[in-house]
């Protein structure tokens, strides 16, 4: 079962366009998709960024060279030095280790908050597409009504009544995502449902979980898995822009929308800020976009580029 990237976002935005193939028999082995990939100079590339923000993220306690918080009286916006590799911020603090500290935040959002819509709309989505007609229209009308609400309306709307957190920020972005995936899963598993194999099975008495487990779920996981590698970057976004807004994690905790928006207010004084904020934000982007058209390309045969 493999879907276009364009084909993925209709069938989240309600179409029912479905394209039924078989996955490669050869991407389906970890040295075979590794072989793929380093055909793809962006993927390599996109690859490597992956792994080096990850890997700052969460060594990043062995990296830092200050107290991300701590407040220091003397070196208030300072240039780099070899004491502060990228300066220091309006309260003397280091911005290195801020950078470094600050990753965590929306990679944690980007893998809870995608964890969890991708986890129950695929829940709601096979019972969308498996269950009976009355119950498919109730989930629709549930997964059209949370997507007509412009997001980023929905979401200061929902933390200016939650409060700003980490929990409400992650909260947000899976109940915006879940219809999205929960779609996809319903389309495709009402593809499936009508399918012979699947009239085989029952015929020979399978019953409806052993559906769903060995041979529903099996075939929508794939492009469900390279929706959410492209939609990590947009989620990264949209954690940075609400941390800039001041409605995201609070301070003192070091995250790069909050960088971003000292440096924003201090750029005249010192633009060591501003990059801070924004360069990781910049490559995090590149990466998982570029792994994920990567991926999207593999799992994909029109669109794979040796074919």
Same mark, same amino acid.
């Given at each position: ?15 029912? &366009?479905?394209? &039924?193939?078989?996955? %490669? ?25 992956? !792994? ?16 991300? @918080? ?9 240039? %780099? ?82 409060? %700003?957190?980490?929990?409400? !920020?992650?909260? &947000?972005?899976? @109940? ?8 996809? &899963? ?49 989620? @990264? ?14 301070? /003192?905790? /070091? ?15 010192? %633009? ?9 934000? !910049? ?25």
């Amino acid at each position: 079962m493999c879907l276009t990237h364009s084909s993925i976002r209709e069938l989240g935005k309600g179409s029912d &366009v479905v394209s &039924v193939e078989a996955i %490669p028999p050869e991407a389906g082995t970890f040295r075979a998709l590794l072989q793929q990939l380093r055909k793809n100079r962006l993927a390599m590339l996109g690859a490597v960024l992956v !792994v080096l923000i990850a890997a700052s993220a969460i060594f990043a306690p062995f990296i830092i060279t200050h107290d991300p @918080i701590q407040i220091m009286v003397g070196p208030r916006l300072a240039a %780099p030095s070899l004491d502060f590799l990228l300066g220091t911020d309006q309260l003397g603090r280091d911005t290195f280790s801020r950078t470094i500290m600050g990753g965590r935040i929306p990679l944690l959002v980007a893998f809870a908050s995608l964890g969890s819509a991708l986890a129950v709309g695929l829940v709601l989505g096979l019972i969308a597409g498996f269950g009976p007609r009355w119950l498919d229209n109730l989930l629709l009308l549930v997964f059209d009504t949370i997507r007509s609400f412009p997001g980023i309306i929905f979401a200061l709307a929902m933390i200016a009544l939650l409060g %700003p957190s980490l929990a409400s !920020v992650i909260l &947000v972005i899976a @109940i915006t995502s879940m219809p999205i995936y929960a779609r996809v &899963v319903r389309t495709q598993t009402e593809a499936l449902r009508s399918s012979e194999y699947i009239a085989a099975e029952r015929s020979m008495g399978a019953g409806t979980t052993r559906i769903l487990a060995a041979h529903i779920l099996p075939n929508v996981l794939g492009p469900l898995l390279i929706l959410v590698s492209m939609d990590v970057p947009a989620v @990264i976004a949209v954690e940075a822009g609400l941390s800039f807004l001041g409605m995201g994690v609070r301070p /003192p905790t /070091p995250d790069w929308g909050a960088i971003l928006n000292d440096g924003y207010s201090y750029i005249d004084k010192s %633009p060591w800020l501003v990059l801070a904020g924004g360069i990781p934000i !910049v490559l995090a982007t590149l990466g998982f976009t570029f792994l994920g058209e990567a991926l999207r390309d593999i799992f994909d045969p029109k669109l794979r580029k040796d074919l």
